[in-house]
C-alpha cells in the first residue's frame, strides 16, 4: 500500500472514533442530568 493512502485511512478511523467518543460521553452527561433534576 501507499503510504499517503495508510495516513488517510487512520485519519478517518480517528475521525469515527473520535465523534463517537463526544456523542457517548455527551449521552452520559445527558442522562446524569436527568437523573439529578429528579
Known sequence: ???H???KFFTF???I???N???FLSN???KNEK???K
Request: glycine share 4%; hydrophobic share 60%; charged share 25%.
Open 5 to 7: 493512502v495508510i495516513k
Open 17 to 19: 472514533l473520535f465523534k
Open 28 to 30: 452520559r452527561l445527558r
Open 35 to 37: 437523573r439529578g433534576n
Open 1 to 3: 500500500m501507499i503510504p
Open 13 to 15: 478511523l480517528l475521525l
Open 21 to 23: 467518543a463526544i456523542i
